[in-house]
């Protein structure tokens, strides 16, 4: 009898339940953005139509994607001492939540810009993102915490994010007791890029490197992505330039070298063109990308990254081919979007 009981309970139990989607089971997509920073010049512009504008056009495209990722280019808070350099960022904590509303789980933190102010700005932005529940990595109140990766969990699958910065000013960067960024250095970065790999099924690394309006990478670029890789990274982002990069596939690992400028305060006429980037892996390889073109000419879009079709669109996707030429890679260029999957050149 207490059997059959049993039964009944477990079959009305299952009725109750929803039933489990097993469709997305291994499967992650992991769409990228450049560089983010809700200040600069676009600061009058978000006092006027609010911290959610940047985001008005893309944030379709960052919800759908399991896990959005950017690099916060600037900390938030509202005091702090100014560091002595041309350019530095100070955004106001109200315009944190329009990164959670936009669909961002998960910002790079080790850049140029993010101990600005110090160590309190620093330790405001850490806080404020924790509670809106966007992950980070990069920066910390040490080294070993900036060190330390964010851990995402999706489909039945972690992935870990690292991030580092390879660019001045190097006071910013953390040390044993000092807060700031991690440190780009190759021996660490294949160090942690191992211990993570202990940790989850993926691996993506962010760097910020390069020299600002290049588009192309430096040696040291391409040697560190490859370090990244060969210790066991899936995916390699980069940032600073304020352009794009060309992508590389590198062992069956796609490699970013700039995603240029997302919603960033810049009024210059050299920083243009950008791409949300969108890489599905399946049980753990990398299956498919896409690029999904975009305008960020702020004289154009008012600081709202727009996404770009027709000959617009395509004009931009064959000038990434052409900067990605000499690193073997290449998109089937769409109307809207490039695209590549295995099987495809390279």
Not at 195 to 201: G, P, T
């Amino acid at each position: 009898m207490r059997s059959i009981i049993s039964a009944v309970l477990f079959a009305l139990l299952a009725q109750a339940l929803p039933a489990q989607d097993t469709s997305r089971a291994g499967r992650v997509t992991i769409a990228a953005v450049g560089d983010v920073m809700l200040g600069g010049s676009m600061a009058a512009t978000v006092r006027q139509l609010g911290a959610d504008h940047p985001f008005g056009l893309t944030r379709g495209i960052l919800s759908a994607a399991d896990i959005a990722v950017g690099n916060l280019e600037a900390p938030f808070g509202t005091r702090g001492k100014p560091f002595k350099k041309r350019f530095t960022f100070l955004v106001p904590p109200g315009h944190a939540a329009a990164l959670a509303r936009a669909g961002f789980d998960v910002m790079a933190l080790a850049n140029n810009h993010m101990m600005d102010y110090g160590p309190e700005p620093l330790a405001a932005t850490l806080a404020l993102l924790d509670s809106l529940g966007i992950a980070h990595s990069g920066a910390g109140p040490d080294a070993a915490r900036a060190r330390a990766p964010a851990l995402l969990e999706r489909n039945g699958r972690t992935i870990a994010f690292l991030s580092y910065s390879r660019v001045h000013p190097l006071q910013f960067w953390a040390g044993r007791r000092k807060p700031g960024t991690a440190a780009a250095e190759d021996a660490m970065v294949a160090a942690d890029v191992r211990a993570a790999k202990q940790r989850a099924d993926l691996v993506v690394v962010s760097v910020h490197w390069g020299a600002e309006l290049m588009d192309r990478p430096k040696d040291y670029q391409v040697r560190l992505a490859h370090a990244a890789i060969d210790a066991g990274a899936d995916l390699v982002l980069g940032h600073h330039p304020h352009v794009l990069q060309g992508l590389e596939l590198y062992k069956g690992r796609l490699i970013a070298y700039s995603l240029g400028n997302f919603a960033f305060g810049s009024g210059s006429r050299r920083c243009t063109e950008s791409i949300i980037l969108q890489a599905e892996f399946v049980n753990g390889e990398l299956g498919m990308v896409k690029a999904v073109p975009l305008c960020v000419d702020n004289h154009r879009v008012n600081y709202q990254p727009a996404p770009l079709a027709g000959a617009e669109g395509r004009a931009v996707l064959e000038r990434l081919n052409a900067i990605s030429r000499h690193l073997g890679f290449s998109l089937a260029v769409g109307d809207s979007a490039g695209s590549w999957a295995p099987g495809e050149n390279p």
